[in-house]
């Protein structure tokens, strides 16, 4: 069972016209699943090892899955009500301890939505068009059953379009497009996808130093009032070149403070608001350190971001401008777009 690199997507910016087969992007941990008889193993996407993670999935896989196989797909968890996908559980199933593992196994499981084959019965599907992959792993997972899933697919365009509004109410991310002639290539950007992007005005009360040095800024840490007027860490912008650092780095100087008064003081914070300190410690990486330096809260910056997770950004979020113009006290949560409700049950039936 070689290491698989997954095949990728290049990012659109709206829904590509052609011989394109489409299907709804999901918001999970993409994975490859190899099965050969009674072995199995699940290869993420940076072609790591998840099996031990999710147990409930192996077994789901061994029971469901032709006995000779190897498939593309996402692992998802559902929210506790089945509607929406839930990412921050999926984040929480990566955990050292095997008795935490097998708890959350149970407590909150996931599931596979399979969307391309590589291999069947000794027979290599790479080289084939995706038409040829995607009607064989329909016939491979025809007998299929929960937590098992087929992707759902289409070959109109107006129909992706409705999906691509409507899923994301049930938490998924937008629309992949796949050349129905194209085969399968590991690592290289031969599909596309449309995700989500909208813009907030968020205010800045924080910086990570680079990692390069104390002389410039690694990532802004942004903050929305909630009703009661307290602020909430929402996610951080870091993409920056590093000219741009090093000036952000001496524009921000005049306005670093201690954290006596600062709204993320965590000697005396609220324990209903979420800060920075909450997450000092990364799950992909238990070395690095996520401490940072407060800033008095007076500027506003306008971001890109696709969604919200809860009350944070699902990815990190990108500079677009400074927003002198904005008082940071008018920056809060009721300025988000929130996505129309759609029930994940519905997507997940093909």
């Not at 008795?99 to 290599?124: C, E, H, K, N, Y």
Request: aromatic letters at 8%.
């Amino acid at each position: 069972m070689p290491p698989v690199a997954p095949m990728l997507a290049k990012a659109v910016k709206e829904i590509p016209h052609g011989s394109l087969s489409f299907e709804p992007k999901w918001d999970g941990f993409r994975s490859i699943i190899f099965r050969d008889g009674a072995e199995m193993e699940i290869g993420s996407r940076n072609e790591r090892p998840m099996t031990r993670y999710f147990p409930e999935v192996v077994d789901a896989a061994l029971a469901n899955l032709p006995e000779r196989c190897v498939l593309d797909g996402e692992i998802v968890i559902p929210d506790a009500a089945g509607r929406r996908l839930d990412f921050e559980a999926l984040l929480q199933r990566v955990h050292p301890a095997d008795s935490r593992v097998r708890l959350l196994a149970v407590q909150t499981p996931a599931a596979f939505v399979a969307f391309d084959l590589l291999a069947l019965d000794g027979t290599d599907f790479t080289g084939r068009p995706f038409s040829e992959r995607r009607a064989a792993l329909e016939g491979a997972l025809a007998d299929a059953g929960v937590p098992v899933h087929l992707t759902r697919t289409t070959l109109d365009r107006d129909l992706a379009a409705q999906w691509f509004s409507q899923f994301e109410g049930a938490g998924l991310d937008g629309i992949v497009a796949k050349p129905l002639e194209g085969t399968y290539q590991q690592d290289k950007r031969v599909m596309f996808k449309v995700k989500h992007e909208r813009t907030a005005d968020c205010v800045v009360a924080g910086y990570r130093p680079h990692k390069s040095g104390p002389d410039a800024i690694g990532s802004l840490l942004l903050g929305l009032y909630d009703d009661a007027g307290r602020l909430a860490s929402v996610g951080v912008v870091g993409a920056f070149p590093m000219a741009q650092r090093r000036a952000l780095f001496t524009e921000l100087q005049p306005l670093v403070t201690g954290f006596e008064g600062h709204p993320w003081n965590w000697a005396a914070r609220d324990p209903e608001v979420r800060n920075p300190r909450e997450a000092q410690a990364s799950r992909w990486n238990s070395g690095k350190d996520l401490s940072f330096v407060p800033l008095r809260p007076e500027r506003v910056a306008e971001v890109r971001y696709e969604h919200m997770e809860g009350t944070r950004f699902r990815h990190t979020a990108q500079f677009v401008r400074w927003r002198p113009d904005r008082d940071p006290a008018s920056c809060g949560f009721g300025q988000l777009e929130e996505p129309v409700s759609f029930n994940l049950s519905e997507v997940l039936a093909t």
